[in-house]
Each structure stands twice: as structure tokens, then as C-alpha cells.
């Protein structure tokens, strides 16, 4: 079994699966008559192949038990997947690099500190959502349309927190 213990996200550590979704770190300007700021282009939406559309979701999730165990990874070959948390939820992310498999040697974990959201690039291998402490309500943003956009890889793994 592979044991991972998840470490702080951060943008630079993140990179080559997909980007950080951090308003705190965003350039930012003020819109509607400076009554709103927009936090502008996060994340790079990736929808491939014929008929692809852009999804707006919300998905509610069940918190997970400490250590993490899980029996696979899953990809979205056609298009990219963002999960943005709603309320301030943390939640485990356990990556693996974009391609046909993955060497068990090259899977990441990071918890997220509440604020932030992650999108994943396309065909990026990752764990089911896995929120941490209470129920959480998430904004995801993926791929809609024709074609098998998602795949999973058995794989035993267990994470904990740092």
C-alpha cells in the first residue's frame, strides 16, 4: 500500500497537475461601479473533442474519515475538472501526473487550507472529493459533452494529514 502524507497546496507544488484557485493571490480589479471585485482568470478551463461544453455544478460532499483509504485514481481525459470550495472547507488532494497510467512513485497529496480550490488539467489523475471535518458544498466547474471523459486506476493508498 502506498502511504502519503498530504502537505500544505501551494501553487508551485501544484503546478504540473493542474492550477491553485487562490482570490487571495489573484490579480484583481474592481467592477460594477467598484462595488464588486473580480478575481480574475484562476483557472484555464480545458473542454476537448466534439460537442464539449463547459459544466457549472455543485456538488455536496460527505466528510471523509482520517486516514484517507482509497483503492483508486480517476482521470478526465476530454477536459479539465475545478473544485472550488463554497463554505471554507479543507479537503485532501491526491494527484498523479496526466497520461495512460501513472508510477505510484510520482502521486502527490495536499490539503487545502479552506480558501483555496484546485482545477485539474485534463487527464490529471486524482481521488474522489474528500472533504475534511463537516459536509461541503463545492462549485465545479468541468467538461460536458460526447466521448468516455472518465477513467480510473486501481491503486491502494492510504494518506494522512502532516
Not at 467592477?31 to 473542454?47: F, M, S
Request: charged share 25%; with cysteine.
Amino acid at each position: 500500500m502506498l502511504e502519503l502524507i498530504a502537505q500544505p497546496l501551494t501553487k508551485e507544488a501544484f503546478a504540473p497537475f493542474g492550477e491553485v484557485i487562490d482570490s487571495r493571490t489573484s490579480d484583481h480589479f474592481p467592477i460594477n461601479a467598484g462595488r464588486t471585485q473580480r478575481h480574475h482568470d484562476l483557472a484555464r478551463v480545458e473542454t476537448l473533442g466534439d460537442n464539449a461544453r463547459t459544466l457549472i455544478s455543485i456538488f455536496v460532499s460527505q466528510p471523509i474519515e482520517l486516514p484517507l483509504t482509497l483503492s483508486f485514481l480517476e482521470r478526465h481525459p476530454l477536459g479539465s475538472q475545478a473544485f472550488m470550495p463554497l463554505h471554507e472547507e479543507r479537503f485532501v488532494v491526491v494527484v498523479a501526473p496526466a497520461g495512460e497510467s501513472f508510477d505510484p512513485r510520482q502521486v502527490r497529496a495536499f490539503v487545502t487550507d479552506g480558501h483555496q480550490g484546485v482545477n485539474y488539467h485534463a487527464g490529471t489523475w486524482h481521488a474522489i472529493q474528500s472533504v475534511l471535518e463537516r459536509e461541503g458544498e463545492f462549485l465545479v466547474v468541468d467538461r460536458g459533452g460526447d466521448g468516455d471523459n472518465c477513467e480510473e486506476h486501481p491503486l491502494d493508498v492510504r494518506v494522512t494529514l502532516a
